[in-house]
């Protein structure tokens, strides 16, 4: 994530401003859409690998970061968005703490996407070949 600082002018004032932005691009991962009360949401994992090679041999490492989608552009995204596709993302950062079922208390960081953001599709592939038990949640 980065933190952007910018200089506004807000009513002939000079104002310097600190943006959440967060941009990725990787493969999505279990797709979701439902109706709330209020609104639509579409959440799914967004999975950015990353690769170097150190004397000689190639590595990967793969993040896991959870998307969720708000309004009318989770509207337009139900139905769209498959495993492994690879997609490119564009919101704010947030972290929220919840209590589970079993009543423990758990934190969470989401990458949000509402009227700011947004989500381009850039190609539908082959799922990546991740198990299930190596998603940390």
């Known amino acids: 994530m980065q933190c952007f600082r910018d200089t ?8 310097e401003v600190e ?7 990787g493969s999505i ?11 639509h949401m579409t959440r799914f994992t967004l999975i950015t690998t ?30 769209k968005l498959h495993d ?11 972290n929220r703490k919840y209590t589970d079922k079993d009543g423990n208390e758990r934190r969470v960081t989401e990458v949000i996407i509402n009227n ?4 381009e599709i850039l190609s539908q592939k082959q799922a990546v070949p991740v198990a299930d ?5």
């Open 116 to 119: 700011n953001g947004g989500v």
């Open 84 to 94: 492994g596709d690879l997609a490119v993302v564009r919101g704010e950062l947030r």
């Open 29 to 39: 991962k279990e797709p979701m859409s439902k109706k709330t009360e209020k609104s």
């Open 133 to 137: 038990e190596d998603i940390p949640l």
């Open 50 to 79: 990353t690769e170097w090679t150190r004397n000689g041999r190639t590595n990967t490492y793969q993040d896991y970061h959870r998307v969720v989608v708000w309004g009318q552009a989770s509207e337009y995204l139900e139905g």
């Open 19 to 25: 943006m959440n932005v967060v941009m990725l691009s």
């Open 8 to 15: 506004i002018w807000n009513a002939g004032q000079k104002q």
